[in-house]
């Protein structure tokens, strides 16, 4: 499956961005989704991730309560809503892809990975 995230950009502390991840080449349905983000110098950090079925969802500690993962089965698109965002959420996320797995894990079990969306919050 070929991942294509979109949707970041420049915003104030406090604001609201989407961000899209378009699926294409597989069956979407049967794909664990998750989004990472990794800062300048940092490592690559998990954000949210859905199991398979689409009936589980888990999220980072510094993000749960502010972001919700979604998905759109009959537009294979994979959606992160991220509200009263701050500035240490300023990252590149990816979304990554694993056939038949679960809600949370490591980004090593992740098969498939989308490019990469640069995500900037303003003080």
């Known amino acids: 499956v070929q991942l294509q995230a979109s949707g970041g950009g420049l915003v104030r502390s406090g604001d609201s961005l989407r961000l899209s991840c378009a699926a294409s080449?597989?069956?979407?349905?049967?794909?664990?989704m998750g989004w990472f983000r990794q800062a300048p110098g940092k490592e690559r950090a998990f954000v949210a991730g859905m199991n398979w079925s689409g009936d589980r969802t888990d999220y980072g500690d510094s993000v749960r309560g502010r972001f919700t993962i979604s998905r759109d089965i009959p537009t294979n698109t994979l959606y992160l809503q991220m509200d009263s965002l701050k500035p240490e959420d300023t990252a590149v996320y990816y979304c990554?892809?694993?056939?038949?797995?679960?809600?949370?894990?490591?980004?090593?079990?992740?098969?498939?990975w989308g490019q990469g969306t640069q995500v900037t919050v303003s003080s």
């Open positions: 990554a892809a694993v056939l038949y797995g679960g809600s949370r894990l490591e980004s090593g079990k992740y098969d498939y």
């Open positions: 080449g597989g069956t979407f349905s049967r794909y664990a």
